[in-house]
């Protein structure tokens, strides 16, 4: 069985950091890009940032580029976010979930990517 | 950058009434389109992927429709189950969520 199990949130105060971690289980977590999603509350998703299966490329949402840090230890099969100079906005629930690459059945080329497993979540607050 | 517009933001229906959610993308984005369904205090669900393919184990009565700039998803016939927020995604190079369409029960 898949899992996805996010630990790390919590209350931190502006200007702050936190590492956020995703411990995956019952896949083979190197074979997967994996992505890190937030919600404020009372809001919609928001995607955050995404790595690859090795770790060796990396893209973020403009609204965390060169604050957070998104990582992987495959050996551990774990995900990282480090999210450094906190600010009230980032105030959410942040998921973890698995980018999963769909092919076209009759055709057998690749189609979308879609995120087929999620977390259950944790918790940021970022206020004095 | 591609910008999502999903309508309506929420939306009231009678059991068995069929409801449809549209998501239209400011570019063609081909049939990079997933439909996702989350429930309060829960995670989000994929529901739909490429636009209309329906992921394993998701009941028949959603499907989901389009490809280029316009796209549909519809409930056949609501159930009391699927009270819950829907999202569109576009996925063809970086993700991007729709705002969301909160669906009740009238």
């Known amino acids: 069985e898949v899992q996805l199990v996010e630990s790390g949130g919590g209350l931190v105060q502006p200007g702050g950091s936190l590492r956020l971690s995703c411990a995956a289980s019952?896949?083979?977590?190197?074979?997967?890009?994996m992505h890190w999603v937030r919600q404020a509350p009372g809001k919609g998703l928001v995607w955050v940032s995404r790595i690859n299966s090795d770790g060796s490329s990396t893209s973020y949402a403009d609204s965390v580029k060169g604050r957070f840090t998104i990582s992987r230890d495959n050996a551990k099969n774990t995900l990282y976010l480090q999210m450094n100079s906190l600010r009230a906005e980032d105030t959410a629930v942040y998921y973890c979930?698995?980018?999963?690459?769909?092919?076209?059945?009759?055709?057998?080329?690749?189609?979308?990517?879609?995120?087929?497993?999620w977390g259950q979540g944790t918790l940021v607050t970022v206020s004095s | 950058d591609i910008q999502m517009t999903q309508s309506p933001s929420s939306l009231s229906a009678s059991v068995g009434d069929r409801v449809t959610i549209t998501c239209q993308a400011s570019q063609d984005i081909s049939n990079y389109l997933n439909w996702y369904q989350q429930k309060p205090g829960k995670a989000p669900k994929l529901l739909i992927y490429?636009?209309?393919n329906l992921e394993t184990g998701v009941p028949s009565r959603f499907s989901g429709s389009g490809s280029g700039t316009d796209f549909t998803f519809t409930i056949s016939s609501l159930q009391p189950e699927d009270i819950a927020t829907y999202y569109c995604q576009q996925y063809d190079n970086l993700p991007l969520f729709g705002q969301g369409t909160k669906l009740e029960i009238k």
């Open positions: 979930a698995r980018d999963h690459l769909y092919y076209d059945i009759l055709t057998g080329y690749p189609g979308t990517r879609a995120f087929d497993y």
């Open positions: 019952g896949f083979t977590f190197s074979s997967y890009w």
């Open positions: 490429d636009a209309s």
